[in-house]
Nanobody, 128 residues
Framework: EVQLVESGGGLVQAGGSLRLSCGAS????????IGWFRQAPGKEREGVSC????????YYTNSVKGRFTIYSDNAKNRVYLQMNSLKPEDTATYYC?????????????????????WGQGTLVTVSS
């Protein structure tokens, strides 16, 4: 069974840092693309950052460029999102899912492979 589990969220003050972790089971990281998405209350879900494990290509939405870093540990089947200089507007539930690799490698965007494959997510709250 393919499963992705998010962890690492919490409460942090503006300007602080958090590292989110996405653990995968049921498939290998040899050639997959994983993305982090977030959804704030009353807002649509948005793609934050994605990575293609095969060649290391990454994508970031404009609002997090220079503050967030996505990276993978293929041996551990994990993808991390290091979030620095957090802002109150980063407050949301963060999810990780498999995404279309070609869109990441082409620098287009993060697009889920399955729009119905969302897990529980991990809540990030940034206080001002």
């Amino acid at each position: 069974e393919v499963q992705l589990v998010e962890s690492g969220g919490g409460l942090v003050q503006a300007g602080g840092s958090l590292r989110l972790s996405c653990g995968a089971s049921g498939f290998t990281f040899d050639d997959v693309a994983i993305g982090w998405f977030r959804q704030a209350p009353g807002k649509e879900r948005e793609g934050v950052s994605c990575i293609s494990s095969g060649d290391g290509s990454t994508y970031y939405t404009n609002s997090v460029k220079g503050r967030f870093t996505i990276y993978s540990d293929n041996a551990k089947n994990r993808v991390y999102l290091q979030m620095n200089s957090l802002k109150p507007e980063d407050t949301a539930t963060y999810y990780c899912v498999k995404v279309h690799g070609w869109r990441v490698r082409a620098g287009v965007d993060c697009r889920p492979l399955n729009l119905n494959a969302w897990g529980q997510g991990t809540l990030v709250t940034v206080s001002s």
